[in-house]
Nanobody, 123 residues
């Protein structure tokens, strides 16, 4: 099976920085797009940033210029560097990845989610 495990969340003051990491493990043949989503209390889950296997990125308008997504394909890891954090960035941040796994001579592509990591921006 495949697992995504996030780390790096925590409490930070407004204007501060955090780096989130997410590592995929398991029976992985290839990882396609990877991304970060967030969900604040009472809100729907929303895209924060996404990166393709080739390195193309896209960002939500609310975080553009403050957030950088990157990935290390050798480590099956995606990062989210966040700076100039605001209280409205407070949410649970979820890692997402489109992963192809192999089973014998067959290949299966599915969407996987991590369990989430809490980011709280407060003074």
């Amino acid at each position: 099976q495949v697992q995504l495990v996030e780390s790096g969340g925590g409490l930070v003051q407004p204007g501060g920085s955090l780096r989130l990491s997410c590592t995929a493990s398991g029976n992985i043949f290839s990882i396609n797009a990877m991304g970060w989503y967030r969900q604040a209390p009472g809100q729907q889950r929303e895209l924060v940033a996404k990166i393709t296997s080739g390195g193309s990125t896209n960002y939500a308008g609310s975080v553009k210029g403050r957030v950088t997504i990157s990935r290390d394909n050798a480590k099956n890891t995606v990062y989210l560097q966040m700076s100039s954090l605001k209280p409205e960035d407070t949410a649970v941040y979820y890692c997402n990845a489109d992963i192809t796994r192999s089973s014998g001579f067959r290949y299966y592509t599915n969407d996987y989610w991590g369990r989430g990591t809490q980011v709280t921006v407060s003074s």
